[in-house]
């Protein structure tokens, strides 16, 4: 079972180990729709074994080819007699006659993982042709992530018996961040029908591991501790702990095995880097990732000083985030987590934020997912009320607000008035669950339209126009109307990116996504609108 507390987004199962990132990857069960869990505070393992990491293992559930990366081949769900292994439906995909081998891959989670960590896939097939089972590796940082390769199984010939094929790998090198799994199909109109997939961490013993968060802001020359447990189900032993510094110095960390704690002398020559460090436990076979964010010790004591000003809650939060791929992408590194090592820094105690960011989200979509509609992404939002929220942070826009090829350039994804009457709906929806949550309702952040516009010049003019000056402020006045209307506190993002003097300096080259300086940011931006209204008082 995954606890995830501190920052956590949670799924409808709780024994999930994955994380979104690009959401791209690979998951075989679901073509679905993963919710996503991150900044995990506390992993139990039982068993030799976890349960499956992956959504409808059974193919049971109607899918969305969307979130499937494919190569050569298409996904189709199928039935009958013969077709399936175990229940009513399974999956098939096939090459077409010129094509001699294609693999499927999902579009959804990665894996993270550190070196040392053993995972087993396997998945009843059968067909023509010979699959194989492998997975994807990717280094870097979340914000810059970089191919390592491929390892996978031998092929396996299939004929019209189910067999299970497994393929079972430990990671090795310490570079790797996380890891896609995929099907690879070989042989000139070969086909595969794939039913009861399985995707397992296996450990060697029962175990918990325990560390305040896993994402830290620190400045050059801190000393930084962090508190590290790991106890067993079968003894008292300590921990058999290997601490990795991935890309810094091993000199500048030491590790107390008696207390537990971890010291880590950051780095001078650090700012602007995102400095990883893996702990894997040789007794149990699991591990965890820690990223430290380097900035300035001017921005960190900016920060610092506002959450000094903050009012102290008198209990735990929960805090549920909605928004687009701005929440979504470079989880670990983005603006949610950040919010949620600073709010566990100051207060002491959980506030839990729970992201429901969805890459490629526009308002209408959220709200008709809320409402429980058969709508792309539903799975995404399993059990979104289940911890009931007592504050909701609602960001997006961008979606919204791009020109679409389709129109030529000249009318938005969403209409303003759509924009605004369904963002008001969501705001009434959310205080029919809680009457007393509080509602933060942020502007779209700005872009930088150079950047997007000779993305869009490069690509032939064929895709949609994200970041139009003139349209995004027509859906900023949109949400400053509803939350004015509504009575929700109003945080102008907006305004604030596009006035910062370097505004590029803030997004990725997309001229859309925030950078980690845009992160940082809107961090401070939020938190010091919350020091004005008092409002972590929640009583």
Known sequence: MIELTNILLYNNNSKMRMIFNDIKGFVLKNYLLFLIGFLTVSLSVGGAETGNLLFNAGFEDVGYVYDWKT?????????????????????????????????????????????????????????????SLGCAMLGGTPMRLKGLGIVSSKPVK??????????????????VLEFSYRIQLQGQGAEVQLDDAMLIQVVKRKAEFKAPSGNYMVYPGQHVEIKVAISYKDDKSRADLAVVPVNFPASCVSWNKKSGELTVNVPVQSIGKTLRMDLFDRSSGIGRQVYLDAVSRTQYLAVERVMKQQVRPTRSLNVLVLGDSLSDLYRGQNYVDLLAFWTGKQFGFDIRWFNYGVRGDYISRIFRRLKGDQVWGKRRYNDIFA?????????????????????????????????????????????????????????PAASNFAKSQAIWRQKGKRIDL???????????????????EQKCILIDLYKYTENYPANAELFQPDGVHLSALGNYFVTLKIMENLTKKGFWKIH
């Open 71 to 131: 190569s050569g081949c298409g996904v189709k769900q199928i039935s009958g007699p013969g077709q399936v292994c175990s229940g009513k439906l399974a999956a098939s995909f096939k090459l077409g006659k010129s094509k001699e081998s294609a693999f499927i891959e999902n579009k959804c989670p990665r894996i993270r993982v550190v070196s040392g960590e053993t995972f087993e896939l396997s998945v009843m097939a059968k067909g023509q042709g010979s699959l």
């Open 158 to 175: 299939l004929d019209e018996k189910w067999r299970k094929i497994v393929f079972t790998h430990t990671f090795t090198k310490r570079d």
């Open 387 to 443: 911890n009931q929220p007592d504050v909701a942070f609602i960001f997006c826009g961008h979606n919204d607000s791009r020109l679409t090829a389709s129109s030529k350039f000249t009318s938005p994804k969403v209409s303003v008035e759509t924009f605004k009457n369904d963002l008001l709906a969501t705001v009434d929806l959310l205080r029919r669950k809680n009457q007393a949550i509080k509602i933060v309702l942020l502007t």
């Open 466 to 484: 994200f970041g139009q000056p003139a349209i995004m402020k027509k859906f900023r006045d949109a949400v400053i109307e509803a939350a004015r």
